[in-house]
């Protein structure tokens, strides 16, 4: 026959087991959160605001040429197929 009393002892031994487990770990990330969080300085927005436009600007020349380039193959393509439709021929 089986002992229902110990098997509920024990079960209780398990989860109060585990629950300790459980704290101890939220308890140890509670810490480490708190202890961590003095690290991370942030910045108000209107610094973030303006270093973001001044990467943007930054940016600028590069993205132009880059658009130019972009420019430059899309015209040569539509040449190519102007040139094949006014010689009938299909591509």
């Known amino acids: 026959m089986i002992n229902t009393k110990n098997i509920s002892i024990k079960t209780g031994k398990i989860w109060r087991k585990f629950l300790g487990k ?3 770990v939220c308890f140890a990330i509670l810490c480490a959160n708190l202890l961590f969080s003095s690290l991370a300085f942030s910045q108000d927005g209107a ?3 303006n270093e973001a436009t001044n990467k943007v600007k930054g940016y600028f020349d590069a993205g132009c040429n880059l658009m130019y380039a972009i420019g430059a193959v899309l015209g040569i393509i539509g040449a ?3 040139l094949c ?5 299909v591509v």
Request: proline fraction near 0%; charged fraction near 15%; avoid cysteine.
């Open 47 to 49: 610094a973030g605001i």
């Open 85 to 89: 439709a006014m010689n009938d021929l």
């Open 22 to 24: 459980y704290l101890l």
């Open 80 to 82: 190519i197929k102007v």
